[in-house]
């Protein structure tokens, strides 16, 4: 390829497509996302490959499974052998990342390959922290008695704040000024990696998104504050504290939106969007009190796993594409794109499906199936690394655990919009019936 193209990567974390306008949503939540949608190519069933940021970002950086890269709860810092930053710094691209995600970092593995890695909570790590720690953090996560004590202590300093009727002042992190000075001082080609963290706990939205999306009357409502303290305890909502949960997390999209507003702006002044390959995607989403869940944590539900993704390609035009894709197929994408590697059938540019999606969320030592069709929480180390994975083939949806399995219809929905919530998606214990939930001998 004579010239190669820029490649940016925005990663709004924990963005669910159901809530997303441009997928059908009904309120005007994304209208940035809609904006860059409109004149790129609009994938309407993304999949992600995990539920948490670590897997899913180490699936976009690799294009394997969880099963296979490894970066998982029980072994959370990367150690994939390549990662895509190290084939673009090979193939003679300048590499940038900024994250704002504290798990995305260089001590988790996420630095290799960039010439520069920026975390906007303030700090700097270089990239051989991960050499350093991850070998023994990653055996203190993966080892039982040396993990339970730690997670007992973690989830009883949680416990105490569960739930508030206060929401958080969202502040600046900086992102943006960062993102201007790389581009001021970046050659072509470069790979920018971002991470936006404005939709993710603790609800922090701006006054204004708030005034638009949230109804004053739910204001003395009480919300989950700290996703592993409700999950691991009564994780129950009441109707009027999961409106006000749901309607702040519309608000939450809206402050992250206007911050993708701004920095697409701002790749339009330093006029690096012209043959660029640039990519809008969310590395899971969230559960907004689907069977009694709050957050990512314990699912692999499509509120976590379905996620809006947008690309812009070098000459492209507008399209939109129906079929499922696994987003870690950005992997190929990228590297077909620049000329790096060949990937015809791969590259998501393509327009060729993926028939079955596929992912999992490992247990922090925690009988998941007692948690979502159970009135309790067991806790046991024989759980730690225990797999809650799923195929997906767009009609139908088996999740599997422990040995057991269960077959979700996925049905369709109007105009070809994603529905709207989980509660039309799948079967909650009281809808069962509705939904021909039933267990399967399917294997994944």
Not at 306 to 312: E, M, N, T
Request: charged share 25%; glycine share 6%.
């Amino acid at each position: 390829m004579a010239t190669q193209p820029n490649v940016i990567v925005v990663v709004l974390d924990t963005v669910r497509a159901d809530r997303v306008s441009a997928l059908g949503y009904d309120r005007a939540t994304t209208p940035a996302f809609d904006a860059f949608a409109a004149d790129a190519t609009l994938y309407a069933d993304a999949v992600s490959q995990a539920s948490w940021s670590v897997p899913s970002h180490a699936s976009l950086f690799t294009g394997e499974y969880p099963s296979d890269h490894g970066a998982t709860i029980t072994r959370p810092v990367l150690a994939a052998e390549t990662v895509l930053p190290e084939l673009l710094s090979a193939g003679g691209y300048e590499t940038y990342g900024i994250s704002s995600n504290r798990y995305i970092r260089p001590a988790t593995g996420f630095a290799r390959g960039f010439d520069e890695f920026r975390m906007c909570s303030g700090g700097t790590e270089p990239a051989v922290a991960a050499d350093i720690l991850g070998p023994p953090v990653n055996w203190v996560t993966s080892t039982p008695a040396v993990r339970q004590p730690i997670e007992r202590l973690f989830t009883v300093s949680r416990t105490n704040d569960a739930v508030t009727t206060d929401t958080a002042t969202p502040a600046d992190d900086g992102l943006l000024d960062s993102v201007s000075d790389v581009l001021e001082r970046a050659g072509a080609p470069f790979f920018l990696f971002c991470n936006l963290l404005d939709a993710h706990l603790p609800r922090s939205p701006a006054r204004r998104s708030v005034e638009q999306f949230v109804d004053p009357a739910l204001a003395d409502a009480p919300i989950p504050k700290n996703e592993r303290a409700f999950n691991m305890g009564d994780h129950e909502l009441e109707d009027r504290s999961q409106a006000r949960l749901r309607q702040l997390y519309d608000a939450d999209l809206r402050t992250l939106d206007d911050k993708l507003a701004e920095l697409l702006d701002r790749f339009r002044t330093a006029g690096v969007l012209d043959d660029a390959l640039v990519v809008l995607v969310s590395d899971h989403g969230e559960q907004l009190g689907e069977f009694g869940l709050v957050g990512h944590q314990f699912s692999v539900f499509d509120s976590v796993v379905s996620v809006p993704l947008a690309i812009q390609f070098p000459d492209g035009r507008p399209a939109r594409i129906d079929d499922q894709v696994e987003i870690r197929r950005l992997f190929e994408t990228v590297l077909d794109e620049t000329g790096l590697q060949s990937h015809p059938d791969r590259s998501l540019a393509s327009g060729i499906g993926d028939d079955i999606a596929r992912g999992s969320y490992a247990s922090p030592m925690v009988d998941i199936e007692q948690i979502l069709w159970g009135d309790s929480v067991r806790s046991d180390p024989d759980f730690l690394g225990e797999v809650l994975s799923f195929a997906r083939t767009g009609d139908e949806k088996i999740i599997s655990f422990d040995g057991e399995s269960w077959l979700f219809e996925l049905p369709e929905a109007d105009n070809g919009s994603l529905p709207t919530t989980d509660r039309e998606r799948y079967a909650t214990l009281s809808e069962s019936s509705e939904l021909d939930h039933r267990l399967a001998r399917t294997e994944l």
